[in-house]
């Protein structure tokens, strides 16, 4: 959530008179200040008129080729989200069958990702993958803390490896649990982490190393394969046994339906946990998460407070308290109204229209493909070394007149000389859609191509739009 700061003036709402139910001259009189509370209240329709119609300029998130989070749910999940919109998850004595759908999914998600012992696995909802992946950071350095009582908080500090393409949240977790974040940057057409760099950055403070299903910069997966057996190889040569946590908050919803023979998982025994964000391809609004633990090893015990629940403990793991209860409901609606099945359906549409589309992007012969939506359904792309006339930037900008929120950003540490645009392709987002973003595109790529240059180089600042 970002930091906002307060605002002084006195500057004050309009309101129509035909906003007055019953004097149109008495919302004349009505002008709520912006910046304060007013002296009394107002009508709830007036109050409504004028949030919805400031709403209004926000974009069309439908539209929204930016963002991961889901935008469109059934009717039928929106009502049940609604009559639990006032139950608090934390009050597991007052809303237990709440709790229970919250244990049910965690059992579902154990059985999804191939726990070994399904019973035996431990895991929560969280408000989100950030959340997730603060709790899975903290067991990892709970557990390297208990090895090295001898060193810490001595001598030893701890750290944790991670490709440079990780979304920020892990980069907030370093900072805020002081932990050494040490990120493998890009190196030419690598774009994300691999075994072999992986291992070149461990040592016998490393708590763990992250492998991400898949990146946010690009859309692809890491080989979390790949990572665990140069680990193996790393802990026979030196005896420094690693563990492994998979940051799947978008493709540990599409593997598993998708790329079933993909072990990324806990088939592999080095992984230790996995997260996910339900509110991504887990198809619910925003914000609920998942994390899961292969076992009670893998989550210290002190880790975890006991609340009371119908007379006994329920245990509980999470950073926030009180929360609401609507999107873990939603999250078991759609496992039982979809199944294996219906999700496998889902995400292999989604999967096509992001194929569909790069393949049209492709055939614009403006731009190059650094992925084509095959893994996530989600795909990056440049402009070929012969444009000259604009940039990613002035796509991203031209595209935003026609509604399309579709971000321009740079790659980080050692690409930032690489600029593309990102497309996340997402359950609503149709073929049909497709096709009017391609018309749109080719609309203004004439026009782009009329321009003497980039923006940028006329004093037209070119900002990153990339926030996910």
Known sequence: MGLHEGRTGDRRLAVNPLLSE??????????????????????PSTAYRLIHDELMLDGNARLNLATFVTTWMEPQATVLMAECADKNMIDKDEYPQTAELERRCVAILADLWNAPDPGAAIGCSTTGSSEACMLAGLALKRRWMRRNEDRYPGSARPNLVMGINVQVCWEKFCNFWEVEPRLVPMEGEKYHLDGERAVAMCDENTIGVVAIMGSTMDGSYEPVGEICAALDA????????????????????????????????????????????????????????????????????????????????????ALNFSRPGAEVVAQYYNFLRLGRDGYRAVQQATRDVARHLADGIEACGTFRLLTRGDELPVFAFTTTPDVKEFDVF????????????????????????????RVVCRNGFSEDLADLLL?????????????????????????TAFHH
């Not at 079933?260 to 609920?288: C, M």
């Not at 006991?306 to 403990?313: A, E, I, P």
């Not at 900008?397 to 540490?413: D, K, S």
């Open 234 to 317: 790393f802990q026979q040569r030196t005896g420094l046994n690693i563990p492994v946590h998979v940051d799947g908050a978008s493709g540990a919803m599409i593997a598993p339906f998708l790329d079933p023979g993909l072990e990324w998982d806990f088939r592999q025994p080095r992984v230790a946990s996995i997260n996910t964000s339900g509110h991504k391809y887990g198809l619910v609004y925003p914000g609920v998460g998942w994390a899961l633990w292969r076992d009670a090893e893998a989550l210290p015990d002190e880790l975890v407070f006991k609340v009371n629940y119908l007379g006994g403990d329920m245990p509980t793991f």
């Open 394 to 421: 002035d796509v991203s900008r031209r595209l935003r007149e026609r509604g399309w929120q579709v971000p321009a950003y740079t790659f980080p540490e050692n690409r930032t000389d690489l600029a593309v645009l």
């Open 439 to 463: 018309k749109d595109m080719n609309r203004v790529l004439p026009e782009l191509r009329r321009q003497p240059g980039p923006l940028s180089e006329h004093g037209i600042e070119s900002r």
């Open 22 to 43: 019953a004097d149109p001259l008495g919302s004349m009189q009505v002008a709520p200040p912006v910046n304060r509370l007013a002296d009394g209240p107002m009508l």
